[in-house]
């Protein structure tokens, strides 16, 4: 299923970065649709970026937390 999601943002990224360099390179604005989406990964990237850079803080700072199956490898 991970992957699943990680395809579908995956292509509107890159969607979005193709049209966006398009219109650049023709000096038109971007649609609404194109920037209101890029705004969506935007911030949906930034948000995985701080609850994981919590969850490995954590783990660095020896918190035992329950981790889902195939995370539970020690880091060295």
Same mark, same amino acid.
């Given at each position: 299923?991970?992957?699943?999601?990680?395809?579908?943002?995956?292509?509107?990224?890159?969607?979005?970065?193709?049209?966006?360099? !398009?219109? !650049? !390179?023709?000096? !038109? =604005?971007?649609?609404?649709?194109?920037?209101?989406?890029?705004? @969506?990964? &935007?911030?949906?990237?930034?948000?995985?970026?701080?609850? #994981? @850079?919590?969850?490995?803080?954590a783990?660095?700072? @020896?918190?035992?937390?329950? #981790? =889902? =199956?195939?995370?539970?490898? =020690?880091? &060295?």
């Amino acid at each position: 299923m991970a992957e699943f999601f990680l395809f579908v943002y995956a292509m509107l990224t890159f969607f979005v970065i193709g049209a966006m360099q !398009r219109n !650049r !390179r023709a000096q !038109r =604005p971007n649609s609404q649709a194109v920037t209101m989406v890029g705004w @969506g990964l &935007f911030s949906l990237s930034s948000t995985l970026a701080v609850l #994981l @850079g919590a969850v490995a803080l954590a783990l660095a700072m @020896g918190l035992h937390m329950p #981790l =889902p =199956p195939g995370f539970d490898t =020690p880091l &060295f």
